[in-house]
T-cell receptor, first 115, second 115 residues
């Protein structure tokens, strides 16, 4: 079974600085998707960024970018120019192609942003 | 932007009572999902549903749980006899297609409290 590991429970960053959130996963599949979701206090699940495993280029979305290392099964999220509104829980998730498109989530990391 | 709508946002129920959580997926989506998040823990897959039948379920989704799409627009999760440990956030999600995760959208969740 696929597993997703987020080993850091909490991180803190100064406003305007850069922070990197770590995620590793385990799978025997070669084709899959990886995601970062943001969960603010409202507890809504907001998609931050997605990466397709067959694409070598790292995904970027404005201030958010990933470092996808397929061989190492590592998928970290970099947040540049951190803003107060970035404070939230962040979940890394794995999705297998085909099958039933279910997502497997990590335990999450709480990010706080210091003004 | 199309949304997945979940009602109610918060439900309190007595232990042993039946509860129905409701979701209205995005109108052209064909695949539907329920996830659960116990407070402070990771989001866990419960069940996927397509073409009016369950396509996959997790070991959490035991005989106490059922899903249906009663009228072509709503997608419901029923818990037959609630237990204290069913207290959690329940998320519905829908997707227009299988395998690519494009358009995969979560609702804002229902917080279920069992007392």
């Amino acid at each position: 079974a696929q597993t997703v590991t987020q080993s850091q429970p909490e991180m803190s960053v100064q406003e305007a600085e850069t922070v990197t959130l770590s995620c590793t996963y385990d799978t025997s599949e070669s084709d899959y998707y990886l995601f970062w979701y943001k969960q603010p206090p409202s507890r809504q699940m907001i998609l931050v960024i997605r990466q397709e495993a067959y694409k070598q280029q790292n995904a970027t979305e404005n201030r958010f970018s990933v470092n996808f290392q397929k061989a190492a099964k590592s998928f970290s999220l970099k947040i540049s120019d951190s803003q107060l509104g970035d404070a939230a829980m962040y979940f890394c998730a794995y999705g297998e192609t085909g099958a039933n498109s279910k997502l497997t989530f990590g335990k999450g990391i709480t990010l706080s942003v210091r003004p | 932007e199309p949304e997945v709508t979940q009602t109610p946002s918060h439900q309190v129920t007595q232990m042993g009572q039946e509860v129905i959580l409701r979701c209205v997926p995005i109108s052209n989506h064909l695949y539907f999902y329920w996830y659960r998040q116990i407070l402070g823990q990771k989001v866990e897959f419960l069940v996927s549903f397509y073409n009016n039948e369950i396509s996959e379920k997790s070991e959490i989704f035991d005989d106490q749980f059922s899903v249906e799409r009663p009228d072509g627009s709503n997608f419901t999760l029923k818990i037959r006899s609630t237990k204290l440990e069913d207290s959690a956030m329940y998320f519905c999600a829908s997707s227009p297609e299988i395998g690519s995760f494009y358009g995969y959208t979560f609702g804002s969740g229902t917080r279920l409290t069992v007392v």
